[in-house]
């Protein structure tokens, strides 16, 4: 509740939380590779019927992904809540004379029905991890697949600083009361206990470097 009321007061206040600064950045580093992982379009890719896949890249940025997916034959949607990123990855699309849905909303809001819906290292912005876990599922078609890397308690800063400590508190808070400030990352164990409530038909967690890759299929 406390997380919603922030997003709601932060959209009214600046329709766009991204700044510029940081979109920049971001934007770069995607452009430069450090952003971009060829691992996941290739585990991505392996569930791709060309022509007939439907996939939401779910918190897109600069459309990095939606661009990779549709090379592989997919019908793409980008999804993302920034305007900056948007306008990016609008370019990036008609540079390359592709053509995708968008849909500019806060991660939560999840709008359709798709094959895939791929959201890679910004699951820690949705509002409550279990309610997004839901809409996710909802979101998806039968047998619908869901593959994401999700931060964990390994990006939780080490240091002795107030903004650690209170980094430390945000996801100690989440953790273990499911009471959400700020975009704390669930623990591992969290993880597997959220997913390990649905009765998928396959489900694999594993450690993807410091985070946690998941693929569910409903």
């Given amino acids: 509740m406390i997380s919603y009321i922030i997003?709601?007061?932060?959209?009214?206040?600046?329709?766009d939380p991204i700044s510029i600064k940081y979109a920049l950045k971001y934007i770069d580093d995607a452009y430069t590779g450090k952003q971009f992982?060829?691992?996941?379009?290739?585990?991505?890719?392996?569930?791709?019927?060309?022509?007939?896949?439907?996939?939401?890249?779910?918190g897109a940025g600069p459309g990095l992904y939606c661009k990779?997916?549709?090379?592989?034959?997919?019908?793409?949607?980008?999804?993302?809540?920034?305007?900056?990123?948007?306008?990016?990855?609008?370019?990036?699309?008609?540079?390359?004379?592709q053509d995708w849905n968008f849909k500019?909303?806060?991660?939560?809001?999840?709008?359709?029905?798709y094959d895939i819906i791929f959201n890679r290292v910004c699951w820690y912005y949705c509002l409550n991890d279990k309610r997004f876990l839901k809409s996710i599922y909802n979101s998806l078609n039968e047998k619908g697949l869901f593959i994401g890397v999700l931060h964990n308690e390994n990006r939780i800063e080490n240091s002795n600083?107030?903004?650690?400590?209170?980094?430390?508190l945000q996801f100690i808070l989440n953790d273990k009361f499911n009471i959400k400030i700020g975009h704390p990352p669930p623990s591992k164990q969290k993880i597997n206990n959220i997913f390990n409530d649905y009765n998928f038909s396959s489900l694999k967690i594993?450690?993807?470097?410091?985070?946690?890759?998941?693929?569910?299929k409903k």
């Fill in 7 to 15: 997003s709601k007061l932060r959209l009214l206040l600046n329709p």
């Fill in 37 to 58: 992982d060829e691992k996941l379009i290739k585990i991505t890719g392996e569930y791709i019927n060309q022509g007939k896949t439907e996939i939401l890249d779910l």
């Fill in 68 to 97: 990779r997916f549709y090379d592989l034959g997919a019908q793409v949607t980008w999804h993302d809540i920034s305007i900056k990123y948007q306008v990016s990855a609008f370019t990036l699309m008609k540079i390359n004379n």
């Fill in 104 to 113: 500019l909303n806060i991660i939560d809001n999840i709008d359709g029905k």
């Fill in 161 to 168: 600083g107030f903004k650690s400590l209170f980094f430390k």
């Fill in 206 to 216: 594993e450690d993807y470097g410091l985070d946690t890759l998941i693929i569910f």
